[in-house]
């Protein structure tokens, strides 16, 4: 069976209309799907996500600045330690020496804790 040369003209006109109008549809049912069926990502997800992401920056921000302020106190702290400790001679080292050693000791833990996060 022969086919005249209009015929033909016509017919891959008509398939070239279809790929360009169907490519899309297929292409698209070809994508990888990142969630799974029926759990698209709603906008009230996407604000938890948000939300969620804000308070731990603010959280982050928050232990930073306590951070600062305890190393700034330790600082402080062994700085009259060390002062005291010159002030005393080899035979007698008072209880606020001691007792200063410990609040260093102390505050240095929670500085180490709050540096490895929650």
Known sequence: MLY??????RLSAACLAAVIVFAPALLHGAQIQTHPPGQQDRPVDVWEEQQRKAMAK??????????QKDTEKLLELATELKHEVDKS???TLSLDVIKKAEQIEK??????????GP
């Open 58 to 67: 603010k959280a982050n921000e928050e232990r930073q600045q306590e951070i």
């Open 107 to 116: 505050l240095a833990k929670e500085v180490k804790d709050k540096m490895k």
């Open 89 to 91: 001679s080899e035979n």
């Open 4 to 9: 005249s040369s209009s015929f033909l003209h």
